[in-house]
């Protein structure tokens, strides 16, 4: 069973930093990809941050050499390092993965996080 499971989210001052984890129940060398999304209030799930199994990266442009994200493969976990934080960051932050094989209990290769809240505000 896939689970994953989002931590870090927190109230910052605009200009300042936060990093986000997201830990998953088996090896991250079991995914396609596992990513973040942001979803604003009032606004659509967005992709923020894509890492691939062999490390590609993509960002949306809103956050381009603002946000980093990394993994760390022994601790089964994924991060998003999150710097020069404006107020149009803030909303719910979700964790997603694609698995490279279909997960046998839930019959989908797609999961989600129950999402971490980041709310940026002087």
């Known amino acids: 069973q896939v689970q994953l499971v989002e931590s870090g989210g927190g109230l910052v001052q605009p200009g300042g930093s936060l990093r986000l984890s997201c830990e998953v129940s088996?090896?991250?060398?079991?995914?396609?990809?596992i990513d973040w999304y942001r979803q604003a209030p009032g606004k659509q799930r967005d992709m923020v941050a894509v890492?691939?199994?062999?490390?590609?990266?993509r960002y949306a442009d809103d956050v381009k050499g603002r946000f980093t994200i990394s993994r760390d493969d022994a601790k089964n976990t994924v991060y998003l390092e999150m710097n020069a934080l404006r107020p149009e960051d803030t909303g719910v932050y979700y964790c997603?993965?694609?698995?490279?094989?279909?997960?046998?209990?839930?019959?989908?290769?797609?999961?989600w996080g129950q999402g971490t809240q980041v709310t940026v505000s002087s």
């Open positions: 890492l691939t199994l062999g490390l590609s990266k």
């Open positions: 997603h993965s694609i698995l490279l094989v279909r997960d046998r209990l839930s019959g989908t290769d797609e999961h």
């Open positions: 088996k090896s991250v060398s079991s995914f396609s990809h």
